[in-house]
């Protein structure tokens, strides 16, 4: 779906997002959300903050999933995925705390495998994810699955591609203090969610777009394998959509 700007399709991303919640809460079921981080979902959140703030859209029913967090990374930390959702969402809503599940970017070392597998275990006691929301790394990583991850990868600790490292250097005051590593939730997981919307904005995605939509399903841009997912949408600007 080609919008003219990034502005109105984020602001019908959202309105959908909140239709779907709403019908959740009537049915007296949870709305079970996979989300993401980066600047493309941030106007969406902002404008889901307004639809609770201004019509009274509840959160009291939604479920939530980060996809991914840097490794290590301390929760207050400026970087940090949990302080970004707070910042951006969380804070300014009323979806219930034990709801919310981040990656925990804190976690022992040795322990993190283990707490990859609780993930997934969380994930599928919540009913699996009803719709996810994506952004695209340079690289084709969706989550953080950069080049090299499989179609079946599940939750996992994973090594940041260089072209990551770059794109974050000026979040992290230079690219020496980016972390190398990142937990992510797998190609796997995001492709058993139900509903996907990939969100991509500018002439900088325009390349990797077109890889995604156009070239064969491949593990060197891990974002081709949701070609293979029945209900899949790539929200995009026409910067984005340039190349297609
Ligand atoms: C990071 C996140 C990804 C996100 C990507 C693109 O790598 N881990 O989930 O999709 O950035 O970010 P942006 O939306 O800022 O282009």
Redesign the pocket.
Known sequence: RIFPDSEQASVQVARELAAFIRQRAQEGRPAVLGL?????PTRVYEELVRLHREEGLSFQNVVSFN??EYFPMAPDSLQSYVRFMREYLFDHIDIKPENVHIPDGTVPADQVAEFCRRYEEQIREAGGIDWQL????RTG?I??NEPGSGAASRTRLITLDHI?RTDAASDFYGEENVPRRAITMGVGTILEARHIVLLAWGEGKAAVIKRMVEGEPTDTVPATYLQHHPAVQAVLDEAAAAEL
């Open positions: 993401a981080t980066g600047s493309s996809l991914d994506l952004g695209i790394g990583h989550g953080f990551t």
